[in-house]
Structures are given as C-alpha cells and as structure tokens.
C-alpha cells in the first residue's frame, strides 16, 4: 500500500493543522466534530447498502458503513477520553466548523443517486479523507493514542477509497473518469459555496459595524437637533386645512 502523504494543499497548510492540533481544546473539538461527520456518513452509506440493487456493493458498502460507525466510536471515545484528562477552558466546545471535518462525506445524499455517482462522490470524499488524515497522524505526533486512532482509521480510508474506484470503473468502464471529474467539480464548487458563506457572514459583519460606528452617530444626532426644533405639547392645525380631521384618508 503506498504511504499517503496528503494533497499538494494539505501539505502546504501543514503548519496550519499542526497549529489546530497543537491546541487541547481544538483537538477535543476536531476529535468530536469528526466523531458527528463519520457517524453520519455511515448512517448514509448504510442507506446505500439497502436501496441498491447491486449485490456486491450491498456487502461493500455495508462494510464501508460498518467501517464509519467504528470510526465515529473511535473519535468519540478518544475525544472523551482526553475531556476526562482535562476539562476544557473554551465555552464553543461544540461549535460547527464552515470546513468539513476531514471526510467531507457531510455532503452525501444517497435518495435518488445512482450508485455510479454515489461511487464517485465516496471516491473523492475518501481520497481527500485518507490525505488528511495522513497529515493529521503526522501533527498529533505527541498523542500517541489519538495517532495510533489516525494510523487505523487511515488503512480504512485507503481501502474506501480504492474499492469505490475499482468498482466505479466496473460498473461504468467507459465514463468512469468523467465521472469522477464532475464529483470533484461538485466537491469544489460545495466547498467554494460554504467558504463564500462564511466570507461573506464576516464581511457583512464588518460593514454593519462600519455603518453602526460612521452613519448611526451623525444620523442620531441630527436626529436630535431636528427634535429640538420641534414645539413641545399639542400643535395648532393649519387654518387652510380642507381635509376632514376624521378622515380615513
Ligand atoms: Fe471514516
Ligand atoms: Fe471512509
């Protein structure tokens, strides 16, 4: 099995993970948040077991989902396990990442997917897990326990990975590759919409602080010098008035 050594961009972000896993709160946090993603992508791929009508990728696919279950097991029980070493300072314990957490398999919907889709999208998805988590074993250096977690899980995610390809090209031999192509498009074009939420969530943040610091105060202000001008008490209605005083209109 070749050594997975993470994408060209995962390598290059590599002091920024180790920035994330180098903090005991952030570990906790990414340990339980992926615990979620790989329970979820699990209870997924086990949708997937009972809706095809393949039965060689029923049994895979109840294997891979097996696989992520345990996963999910492993990530909670180490992520509880260092919360009864420590409990942890920050109150956002549990706040959601914009960013996947490390399987992308959040982004998985199996009604109405043909399994030559669904094969892709789990190919890409366990590529890029299997990169990461390559990365991430190198990072927890000083975990022992939550690397041996990594260097388990990461053989799983080896395996998903090529079996979803082996079988992709089985079941569909012409267009297999085309067909992986548009589930990495799709895969891009989901990350550059949820990182175009949170941009646009911080960039809206600033201008409304922006507004609130230049255009509220003058705004209050004149506010104020206009109500000084107003008389104080009842006001005299016009003498030229023609409209009834209890119109509607
Ligand atoms: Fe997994
Ligand atoms: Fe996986």
Known sequence: MPRQQGSRVD??????HRWVWGDFDRRVRKLIAFAKVEGD???DILRAAEVTPDPL???????HAIDELRHADLFRQRGAALLQLRSTR???????????????LDDLS????????????LHVAEKAAAGRFAIYREVVGDDPSTRAIFEEILRDEVFHMNYTYSQL???????YRRQVWQARASRLWKRYLRVAAVVAGAMSAVILTIIYFVVLGPFAWLAKRAQRREPVGWASAAANRDESPTSQY
């Open 11 to 16: 390598r290059i972000l590599r002091p920024v």
């Open 169 to 175: 090209t089985r079941i569909l031999p012409k267009s």
């Open 41 to 43: 992508g699990g209870r």
């Open 110 to 121: 199996i009604e109405g997917e043909p399994d030559h889709r669904l094969l892709a999208f």
């Open 90 to 104: 920050s109150k956002a314990l549990f706040d959601t990442s914009p960013l996947p957490g490390g399987h992308g």
């Open 57 to 63: 990728l029923r049994r895979l696919y109840l294997e």
